[in-house]
């Protein structure tokens, strides 16, 4: 299986492009994020035309999220136990649930498309939202691991956290100053890998950011940042045989800020040997 997430930054918008690049590298599962639409106004079209069958859930212009597939997805699910919700200017309980995690099982594969809340400023509401939301995650990752530790799970999507100094290239994030750096969000992702996942990227793509700002020439300098991830669960991990950064994906016209992460699996197991120990 290819498996891939890309935040494609509204598909209506961007759906040709998005079908290429799934069609030309030969991708079975692709997650997206930040869909900016409702399920009615999704372009399923060119999708279903280049053999995949897609889901998305989203509320309206903002936020949504949706996986294509070319494999049957099965028990999809449009929210996780637990997850908050967010209303602006409301305050306590039972706010209305955004449009931003849905899953699928697919080829045995708990895949969830996430596009976590953004947190817009330190002190806002929204960052407290955020941190809520993460906490959320990882309590329900670590019980559906602990329920199912054999489980290939994978949380995949744009996490809007660089978790490591060398994850941030943009000179305008700052420690102390904004939001995707700061010791809280870091330790919400800390708390999902605690939680028994790992990046499954990282230690077969050592460098590369897969976000850049469409301001101040943030691509041609590349002071990007690292903020989509594939999270995999140890039987995931298990199954990586290579994972790719798409930056070429960023140039072109009408780009989406964030290009996709791609990585490959061998389900059925193969020669120990050829298999990267993503653990060892």
């Given at each position: 299986m290819r498996l891939a997430t890309w935040n494609v930054n509204s598909i209506r918008a961007r759906v040709a492009r998005t079908v290429d690049f799934a069609v030309r590298e030969h991708v079975d599962v692709l997650a997206m994020q930040e869909i900016k639409c409702r399920p009615d106004q999704f372009p399923y079209g060119p999708f279903e035309d280049a053999g995949y069958e897609v889901h998305a859930h989203g509320l309206n212009q903002w936020n949504g999220v949706a996986i294509a597939s070319r494999l049957p997805m099965e028990d999809v699910q449009e929210s996780f136990p637990g997850m908050p919700g967010f209303a602006k200017g409301r305050e306590g309980a039972n706010q209305p649930l955004e449009a931003r995690a849905l899953s699928a099982l697919i080829d045995g594969v708990r895949v969830w498309s996430l596009y976590v809340p953004n947190g817009r400023a330190l002190g806002d509401p929204h960052y407290d939202y955020k941190l809520e939301w993460l906490t959320a995650l990882a309590a329900h990752t670590d019980d559906e691991l602990t329920r199912d530790p054999q489980l290939p799970l994978a949380l995949v999507g744009d996490f809007n956290i660089a978790p490591t100094d060398a994850d941030n290239g943009?000179?305008?994030?700052?420690?102390?100053?904004?939001?995707?750096?700061?010791?809280?969000?870091?330790?919400?992702?800390?708390?999902?890998?605690?939680?028994?996942?790992?990046?499954?990227?990282?230690?077969?793509?050592?460098?590369?950011?897969?976000?850049?700002?469409?301001?101040?020439?943030?691509?041609?300098?590349?002071?990007?940042?690292?903020?989509?991830?594939?999270?995999?669960?140890?039987?995931?991990?298990?199954?990586?045989?290579?994972?790719?950064?798409?930056?070429?994906?960023?140039?072109?016209?009408?780009?989406s800020d964030h290009v996709p992460v791609v990585v490959d699996l061998d389900l059925a197991g193969g020669d120990d040997d050829d298999v990267p120990m993503i653990f060892g």
């Amino acid at each position: 299986m290819r498996l891939a997430t890309w935040n494609v930054n509204s598909i209506r918008a961007r759906v040709a492009r998005t079908v290429d690049f799934a069609v030309r590298e030969h991708v079975d599962v692709l997650a997206m994020q930040e869909i900016k639409c409702r399920p009615d106004q999704f372009p399923y079209g060119p999708f279903e035309d280049a053999g995949y069958e897609v889901h998305a859930h989203g509320l309206n212009q903002w936020n949504g999220v949706a996986i294509a597939s070319r494999l049957p997805m099965e028990d999809v699910q449009e929210s996780f136990p637990g997850m908050p919700g967010f209303a602006k200017g409301r305050e306590g309980a039972n706010q209305p649930l955004e449009a931003r995690a849905l899953s699928a099982l697919i080829d045995g594969v708990r895949v969830w498309s996430l596009y976590v809340p953004n947190g817009r400023a330190l002190g806002d509401p929204h960052y407290d939202y955020k941190l809520e939301w993460l906490t959320a995650l990882a309590a329900h990752t670590d019980d559906e691991l602990t329920r199912d530790p054999q489980l290939p799970l994978a949380l995949v999507g744009d996490f809007n956290i660089a978790p490591t100094d060398a994850d941030n290239g943009d000179p305008t994030v700052v420690e102390g100053v904004s939001t995707h750096v700061s010791p809280p969000e870091r330790a919400a992702f800390a708390a999902l890998e605690a939680a028994g996942l790992t990046d499954v990227v990282r230690p077969l793509v050592p460098t590369g950011f897969t976000y850049w700002d469409y301001k101040q020439l943030r691509f041609p300098r590349n002071e990007g940042m690292r903020i989509d991830f594939i999270l995999g669960s140890h039987a995931f991990a298990d199954a990586v045989t290579g994972a790719s950064i798409q930056r070429n994906e960023r140039k072109g016209e009408i780009p989406s800020d964030h290009v996709p992460v791609v990585v490959d699996l061998d389900l059925a197991g193969g020669d120990d040997d050829d298999v990267p120990m993503i653990f060892g």
